[in-house]
């Protein structure tokens, strides 16, 4: 059974770890209707359409 030749330091796995836990930048796509960046799969928040159609009235 293999034993460590020396001991490591905590930070070194949560180093490692941490790497896998980096923040990433949400998806943005373009609106169909006004070309505004929204995420995907969401209500547009300036024309109030989804899918094509519109769902609320626009806040202008």
């Not at 209707?33 to 626009?58: F, M, S």
């Amino acid at each position: 059974m293999g034993v460590p030749h020396r001991k490591l330091a905590k930070h070194r796995g949560r180093q490692r770890r941490a790497m896998n836990m980096k923040l990433e930048a949400p998806s943005l796509v373009a609106c169909p209707q006004c070309r505004a960046l929204i995420q995907p799969h969401h209500l547009c928040p300036e024309c109030g359409y989804y899918k094509n159609r519109e769902v609320i009235a626009a806040n202008k």
